[in-house]
């Protein structure tokens, strides 16, 4: 039970430690405030005209939740199961590039604040700070995923799976909404093209030659590469970046074991759904086969709440995780994901749901007018 004001938060002694956190979108004021404005841009951006990546946050807007009364429960369980592993709250770290542009300990501060929390840092392909690293870096331990771009290169993209399992990534994501790199204004106005000396895709180093290969995106890849990602690992796979219900059906009938609904944050097709409006009928599409995931535009607690009704087992953050990680560190990473669990809580409290599965698909009235 809380006691009223459940709210009230006591005024700050001097300390080190950092300043309360209200909301997530304050990160973000804060983390502009101190990073590179070239680098921000590369974080904050997306494709075209930005239509989709704005729409992933606006879409929540459209979506209101019904909530149940009187139905006690107490103490809220927020744990959920993937891939046989209890998670202690279905929010992820989705993965996201050169995290040592927005902080110098990059991901090594990101895993230990996820290994703090319990949760699964996915790690990007083009982290700045090699899978070995993250993976020793949190202690407890933080559970890794590893994301691929598949490269043309099949021995090379072979040798970066072992790479990811023998550093203990339990499950990979592969990332298929890539097939060539979306065309981002504010990076070409910018001029960003290198990242600065000594940060570096650690994960691209040739193992023979030593040398970092450049990120390939391939606009072969088909459905046969992923039966041939199937052959060459026993880790679980998600597809990431499924907006389409064809091919969250051809997922299931290729042995994929999750889908990850995803427009990459709005930075490869401008112009495609929010990902939360392209949730329900891929949700329709799977039929409980596989479990289905979502990122794009997560900033509140019920943003979470509403993509679990209607059909998400966990979704993903991005760029809070970025914003967080360069205005606070790894504190601020631990803050996000503190305040996002203690926001889904509270939201569950207030809908009458105590486990995430009691969230269910009429508690959201949708195409409310905004
Ligand atoms: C700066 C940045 C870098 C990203 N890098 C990757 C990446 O390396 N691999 C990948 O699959 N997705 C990448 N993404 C996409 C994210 O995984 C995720 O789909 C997206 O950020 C979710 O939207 P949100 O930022 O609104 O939470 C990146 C996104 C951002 C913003
Ligand atoms: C630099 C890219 C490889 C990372 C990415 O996926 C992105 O920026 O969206």
């Given amino acids: 039970m809380s006691s009223v004001p459940a709210q009230a938060t006591p005024r700050r002694a001097a300390t080190a430690d950092p300043p309360p956190l209200y909301r997530v979108d304050d990160l973000e004021a804060e983390a502009r405030r101190r990073l590179d404005p070239v680098h921000r841009d590369f974080f904050a951006g997306g494709a075209g005209d930005e239509r989709t990546l704005r729409a992933n946050e606006t879409a929540f807007d459209g979506y209101r939740i019904l909530p149940r009364v009187l139905r006690g429960g107490?103490?809220?369980?927020?744990?959920?199961?993937?891939?046989?592993?209890?998670?202690?709250?279905?929010v992820l770290v989705s993965p996201t590039a050169f995290h040592r542009l927005a902080h110098p300990q990059g991901e090594v501060a990101t895993a230990r604040a996820v290994g703090a929390a319990g949760t699964v840092m996915v790690v990007s392909m083009a982290a700045t700070t090699p899978i070995?690293?993250?993976?020793?870096?949190?202690?407890?331990?933080?559970?890794?995923?590893?994301?691929?771009?598949?490269?043309?290169?099949?021995?090379?993209?072979?040798?970066?799976?072992?790479?990811?399992?023998?550093?203990?990534?339990?499950?990979?994501?592969?990332?298929?909404?890539?097939?060539?790199?979306?065309?981002?204004?504010?990076?070409?106005?910018?001029?960003?093209?290198?990242?600065?000396?000594?940060?570096?895709c650690e994960n691209m180093r040739d193992p023979e030659s030593g040398r970092v290969r450049d990120i390939v995106m391939d606009a072969t890849l088909d459905w046969a590469r992923i039966e041939w990602l199937r052959e060459t690992t026993r880790l679980p796979i998600v597809l990431k970046g499924i907006l389409h219900p064809a091919d969250a059906r051809l997922a299931v009938e290729h042995g994929v074991d999750a889908v990850l609904v995803s427009?990459?944050?709005?930075?490869?097709?401008?112009g495609a759904p929010a990902s939360v409006d392209a949730l329900p009928a891929v949700v329709a599409a799977v039929g409980g086969r596989i479990p289905v995931l979502l990122d794009g535009g997560i900033r509140r607690g019920t943003d979470i709440l509403a993509a679990l009704a209607l059909g998400a087992v966990a979704v993903g953050i991005g760029r809070p995780v970025v914003w967080a990680l360069a205005a606070r560190g790894e504190p601020g990473v631990r803050q996000l994901l503190d305040l996002l669990r203690a926001e889904l809580a509270r939201a569950m409290t207030l809908a009458g749901a105590v486990r995430p599965a009691d969230l269910t698909r009429e508690m959201i009235l949708d195409r409310v007018p905004v």
């Fill in 74 to 90: 107490g103490e809220r369980d927020l744990r959920i199961e993937l891939f046989g592993e209890t998670l202690p709250m279905p």
């Fill in 263 to 270: 427009n990459h944050g709005g930075r490869q097709l401008d």
């Fill in 132 to 200: 070995e690293a993250v993976a020793g870096a949190a202690d407890p331990p933080a559970r890794l995923w590893f994301q691929l771009y598949p490269q043309p290169d099949l021995g090379f993209t072979a040798s970066v799976i072992r790479r990811a399992e023998a550093a203990g990534c339990r499950a990979l994501v592969v990332t298929v909404d890539s097939p060539v790199f979306g065309r981002r204004d504010r990076d070409l106005r910018n001029g960003f093209l290198d990242l600065p000396p000594g940060c570096r």
